[in-house]
């Protein structure tokens, strides 16, 4: 490992210019590639103290042995030399997207004195005609089927064509009018040409002008009374129309506009790109990417256009290209499409509209590449295997860790405090064994208690299932407490049923096979979603209860550093760690559990309204007193007799809720806590209104809430 300071330039040395500049490693090999508006700047950031700098940014510079660096005159050089090195040197530190597969193209070989239509798969060859990419290849078979019969251009190879003109005879295609057949000269190489440049205007979406042009004649040909070519022409348009219909319309203002959208994790980052030509979809990619460098959403971007349109020249660089974040600063970017293209390109966020809600489905589609590709990766058994083998490893374990639990705090400011435990078997989601957990032996916020607390509950449950089932025996340490000592001895609020009553809870089996239910099954491997304090609590709990035989560690969010009970420094595993990996999709796993459960109870807590104390007073004649009065505060201050005025309601069901309402106290002003806005609405007005945006986003379905079971 190399120490940054040992090649830092002297002061001076570097410009306050535009340029790009290359780490190398000691054997001169380029390990990374980057541009910047002010070298001196740039580079002066990589050179700061260590513990500054992100962790794979830290992991580069300590590669590194040298640096050097080019100057330019402009930021739009800068672009498109650190895109020629990048694509030259293929840097290991630099982000580098590859397609989750080979997409093919529908290709017009224009460069050939008889262009020809055919599927093209690989790098673009200069003078051909690419449409797509499209996702399957008879795809493309039907649509140019669809399309021979009004513009017969010549499909053969080379060798089918040479044949042909030896032999004199067409092939099939041309004695069913599917082929003009050039190859016997039935055209002149300028008619076939201008087939194949009527073939590549309809592909670009200038199919409007075309269809019209073929109904005024099929108009004219049966005014004239030349029927059959009037029925020949209409065959054409339909189907013309036929191969338009397999590309609906998205966008209504016929826009050629590329939509470009990521969805990320801390490791990697899908990228799903929809081409958009005269208003239709004719076209999707995606790419997956190792995250080796501390990138943002809008540096993704720039990669992403970079590898989309740096081998790309005039109409395959659309006028719009709409992204989810814009790349700091946008005005190279914009400038360096503007000269691939030759003409001015848009490069922006959509913000309404068509525009917007398209740009929507792009994100879903990238999120479910993302989801898909690491699918891909967890099923993979000799994956999954040595995923568990590196834990083991980095951990120090006597075995691979074939059940492995993870759990997580979540909360609201303090409010709802809840926690979630999800298993993992051999690498893989064991949903049916998920639990969930409500935080009641303390109010307020307190992670590392409530982990302590969450840890207790489940382990002496472990352990009161293990008595019952006779695999506790006398010759247990006698230092630790028996779980029936544990359970009567537990605290009011601990929440588990039978150690309120002091009581040891009933064990219930199955039927089938005899397996225990619930917390009968020890993990190998307890995992805690946060650093130090959390594992600490954690361990604590374990050997309160006198269990020593399960290893304990925590993985930190924002450095996705490993820590054990007792170190003082974390393990890092390396980024591309199928160990790491797996252990961040454990923790996710279980972060979305808790998120989920908490947002259900707080919005259960909104919905809640005094009138739901009434006995008697149904749901039919709760909407009648808030439809009559407008809400619970109003309700409040009205008379026996104004309510006694609401259908459904007599005498004694108003006093009744006359005296619930005033027990109850009124609820606190609710407040947005996106904005600090104190709501003035009433208690049950709009409730869900009341909270603003808490955490990231997450995706849940309502099995995983069934699945869980609440303890």
């Not at 070298?39 to 962790?55: E, G, I, K």
């Not at 004195?113 to 003078?127: L, N």
């Not at 295997?385 to 074939?402: H, T, V, Y």
Request: hydrophobic letters at 35%; one cysteine or more.
């Amino acid at each position: 490992m190399a120490d940054p300071s040992s090649y830092r330039p002297k002061p001076g040395q570097i410009p306050d210019t535009p340029g790009v500049y290359k780490f190398r490693d000691e054997h001169r090999r380029v390990i990374y590639v980057g541009k910047a508006k002010s070298l001196r700047q740039r580079l002066a950031s990589y050179f700061q103290d260590l513990a500054n700098l992100h962790p794979r940014t830290r992991t580069m510079v300590t590669t590194a042995a040298s640096v050097e660096w080019t100057v330019v005159s402009t930021e739009v050089e800068a672009l498109q030399l650190e895109y020629s090195w990048i694509k030259e040197y293929d840097p290991r530190f630099n982000v580098k997207y590859r397609d989750d597969k080979s997409y093919p193209y529908l290709a017009v070989t224009m460069n050939e004195e008889f262009p020809r239509v055919q599927v093209m798969r690989g790098h673009k060859k200069k003078g051909v005609r690419y449409f797509g990419p499209y996702g399957h290849a008879w795809a493309i078979r039907d649509t140019v089927d669809l399309l021979l019969r009004v513009f017969p251009v010549r499909t053969c190879s080379a060798g089918v064509f040479k044949n042909a003109a030896r032999t004199g005879r067409p092939c099939l295609l041309g004695y069913i009018g599917k082929c003009s057949a050039p190859c016997v000269g039935r055209v002149s190489p300028e008619e076939h040409r201008g087939l194949a440049e009527e073939f590549c205007d309809f592909m670009a979406g200038r199919t409007g002008t075309y269809i019209r042009r073929q109904e005024q004649q099929m108009a004219e040909a049966a005014e004239e009374m030349e029927y059959e070519r009037a029925a020949r022409l209409r065959d054409d348009i339909e189907a013309l129309k036929k191969a338009m219909e397999k590309s609906a319309v998205v966008l209504a203002d016929a826009t050629d506009a590329d939509l470009i959208a990521v969805a990320e994790d801390e490791l990697e980052a899908a990228v799903q790109i929809f081409h958009v030509r005269g208003g239709r979809v004719r076209g999707q990619r995606g790419w997956v990417t190792d995250k080796v460098e501390a990138v943002t959403t809008g540096d993704l971007v720039e990669h992403a256009t970079q590898q989309l349109y740096g081998e790309e020249t005039g109409d395959s660089v659309p006028k719009e290209v709409l992204v989810p974040a814009l790349p700091d600063p946008v005005e190279p970017v914009q400038e360096w499409l503007t000269e691939r293209r030759g003409s001015n390109v848009s490069l922006r966020i959509p913000q309404r509209g068509d525009k917007k809600a398209l740009m929507e489905t792009v994100q879903r589609n990238a999120l479910q590449a993302l989801a898909l590709h690491k699918t891909k990766r967890a099923s993979d058994l000799t994956t999954r295997s040595r995923a568990l083998e590196e834990i083991a490893e980095a951990l120090d374990l006597d075995s691979a860790p074939l059940r492995i639990e993870c759990y997580d705090i979540s909360h609201l400011q303090g409010d709802d405090v809840v926690a979630s435990m999800v298993v993992f078997e051999d690498g893989l989601q064991r949903k049916s064994e998920y639990r969930r957990f409500q935080i009641k032996g303390f109010a307020g916020q307190d992670d590392v208690r409530s982990m302590h607390e969450v840890i207790t509950r489940r382990f002496r449950r472990y352990l009161v299932e293990k008595e019952k089932t006779g695999e506790w025996t006398d010759g247990q340490d006698s230092s630790a407490e028996t779980p029936s000592s544990v359970a009567a001895g537990s605290e009011p609020g601990s929440g588990d049923a039978g150690a309120l009553a002091g009581e040891v809870p009933e064990i219930t089996f199955t039927e089938d096979d005899g397996r225990p239910k619930r917390f009968a099954y020890p993990p190998q491997l307890v995992v805690v979603d946060g650093g130090r304090p959390q594992v600490a609590a954690a361990k604590r709990a374990l050997d309160e209860l006198g269990i020593d035989d399960i290893a304990v560690c925590g993985l930190a969010k924002r450095l996705e550093e490993v820590w054990l009970p007792d170190d003082d420094d974390p393990v890092v595993l390396p980024r591309s760690s199928e160990g790491l990996y797996l252990l961040q999709r454990i923790r996710d796993e279980a972060h979305r559990f808790a998120i989920t459960y908490q947002r259900a109870k707080r919005a259960k807590r909104f919905r809640s309204s005094p009138l739901d104390d009434v006995p008697g007073l149904g749901e039919s004649r709760k909407q009648a007193l808030i439809k009559h009065f407008g809400s619970v505060k109003k309700l409040r201050s009205a008379t026996i007799d104004q309510i006694c005025e609401v259908p459904g309601i007599g005498r004694k069901t108003a006093e009744t809720i006359a005296v619930a309402l005033a027990q109850a106290a009124p609820a606190a002003p609710a407040v947005n806590t996106a904005t600090g806005e104190i709501m003035e609405d009433d208690e049950d007005a709009a409730p869900a209104t009341t909270a603003g945006p808490v955490e990231e986003p997450v995706t849940a379905g309502a099995s995983d809430e069934r699945r869980g079971q609440e303890t």
